[in-house]
């Protein structure tokens, strides 16, 4: 988000790669790194200063050179998986992880485990931090995650959540896009407490993104078992979708 010109990717067969340039021009960061099983992990969470990545599938790593060297943190009390990741800029940042153990909140060295059912989609906005429970219930904290409240239910298993807020002041806008199985693609301008359906039915969109500073354009990716990988994209605050790219899987056919 504070540099569309920096671009990170991570293949199937192992390599890790880094544009500076919007993607003309590509380097392979060195397996020195010990950068593992990247394109199993949450995507990389962009800070102004640092960039969090998930290394080994279960273990955070940091980047203070725009990706280009990385350090591998502590291994955290989770044990397995990691699902999700959020970070909230700050002396230390704020890090939620959400694992196949739980979700747990990180400052520094030390972790607070917030749940131990397994752990929902996370995001960092505009200052406040939410986070999917089990069911569907959204909690949300102003503090860095030092209290939490409930602000909404998306009622079903929410697969994905991003957001966005436009303008300033008065004018300000926020939109939140979720993920979830068996419905389908919800928003909300409250910041959670009431969602409306906007894509049905669900079809394994389990990648949203909404462009920074944006409210009306959003992306949606199809990805997992689904016969084809569809992305699909909206310019009306989620009122009508289009499909901009199709990538049928091999071996399969629609109809």
């Known amino acids: 988000p504070d540099n569309p010109d920096l671009l990170l990717v991570s293949c199937d067969m ?81 890090l939620l992880v959400s694992s196949e153990t739980g979700l747990w909140l990180g400052r520094g060295p030390d972790w607070r485990c917030l749940g131990e059912a397994p752990g929902g989609p996370v995001l960092a906005l505009g200052g406040t931090l939410y986070a999917v429970f089990p069911g569907g219930i959204l909690h949300s904290s102003a503090d860095s995650g030092a209290t939490w409240q409930v602000s909404g239910d998306l009622q079903g298993e929410a697969v994905a959540l991003t957001g966005s807020i436009s303008g300033t002041g008065e004018t300000a806008r926020t939109m939140l896009l979720a993920s979830v199985k068996g419905s389908g693609l919800k928003i909300s301008e409250d910041r959670g407490a009431s969602w409306r359906l906007v894509k049905s039915p669900y079809e394994n969109e389990t990648a949203l993104n909404i462009p920074p500073g944006q409210t009306n354009v959003m992306y949606a990716l199809q990805t997992g078992s689904v016969e084809t990988a569809d992305l699909l994209r909206s310019r009306d605050g989620g009122k009508t979708w289009d499909n901009i790219f199709h990538m049928p899987r091999p071996g399969r056919q629609r109809g």
């Not at 397996?31 to 995507?43: F, S, T």
């Not at 200063?49 to 350090?71: A, H, L, M, P």
């Not at 044990?79 to 990741?85: C, E, S, Y």
């Open 14 to 94: 192992g390599g890790v790669y880094r544009s500076e340039d919007g993607g003309q021009h590509w380097t392979m960061i060195h397996a020195d790194q010990k950068l593992e099983r990247m394109h199993l992990a949450p995507k990389p969470v962009h800070l102004s200063k640092r960039i969090y990545w998930v290394t080994e599938r279960n273990r955070v790593c940091f980047s203070d050179d725009r990706g280009g060297t990385w350090t591998a943190m502590p291994v955290g009390p989770w044990k397995k998986n990691i699902l999700f990741t959020a970070a909230q800029e700050g002396e230390p940042d704020t």
